[in-house]
């Protein structure tokens, strides 16, 4: 099976703008997750989606949001970027049961950088 | 919300050598236990993971131990090479929270 994709890979962007970025799970996978790694945090979850449906958000602005098509391909959206908003976002894909102990694997993720 | 503390933060042993990384959490409600490993500029790649039902599960090289009861969890490494140098991630989540809560990772550097 082929892994889990993103895109774009890379993105610059300018402050003020806002941004999408898409990640395609592996197929057959149903929940897919967004994190986003930076030296400081490390790896902090952003939220995390099940056939279609948002289950779970984590600690972050509300110009953070996401969503989740019917094929299971999920997109994020930060508006308004800030600088602190560089940093390498990874998604991660898990199983048709989509519960909490299923294996997630990881995409090779976005680097996103504002200037 | 769940918590989870990494220790050390770098580890430097020689080829060869075993190498052990720990973790503490803190909701008892987890019960799943993953360890990934990132190379740099690469993805978080699953190494190795443990289920509350077990205690101890081994791959190879890689071994997790898992103590419920204490809240924590280790990584222990053996005969290490050159090529297990990366940073390695600890992480948990269980119950109805579907996300993963991860360490800070610990970087691992193994010399020839």
């Known amino acids: 099976k082929a892994g889990v994709t993103q895109t774009p890979r890379y993105l610059i962007k300018t402050r003020g703008q806002q941004v999408t970025l898409s990640c395609s799970p592996i197929s057959g996978h149903r929940s897919v997750s967004w994190y986003q790694q930076t030296p400081g945090q490390g790896l902090q979850f952003l939220f995390e989606y099940f056939s279609e449906t948002q289950r779970n958000k984590g600690n972050f602005p509300g110009r953070f949001s996401g969503r989740q098509f019917s094929n299971s391909r999920s997109e994020m959206n930060v508006s308004t970027l800030e600088l602190g908003d560089s940093a390498l976002y990874l998604c991660?894909?898990?199983?048709?049961?989509?519960?909490?102990?299923?294996?997630?694997?990881f995409g090779p993720g976005t680097r996103l950088t504002v200037l | 919300g769940e918590n989870v503390e990494q220790h050390p933060s770098t580890l430097s042993v020689q080829e060869g050598d075993s190498a052990v990384i720990k973790c503490t959490y803190s909701d008892s409600a987890s019960n799943y236990f993953p360890w990934y490993k990132q190379e740099l500029g690469k993805r978080p790649q699953l190494i190795i993971d443990i289920r509350s039902n077990v205690g101890e599960k081994k791959d190879q090289r890689i071994a997790v131990t898992l103590n419920k009861t204490a809240k924590h969890f280790s990584l222990h490494i053996t005969e290490t090479q050159p090529e297990d140098s990366a940073v390695y991630f600890c992480a948990a989540s269980g119950g109805s929270n579907y996300k993963l809560t991860f360490g800070k990772g610990t970087l691992l550097t193994v010399n020839p």
């Open positions: 991660a894909s898990a199983s048709m049961g989509g519960a909490s102990t299923d294996t997630q694997y």
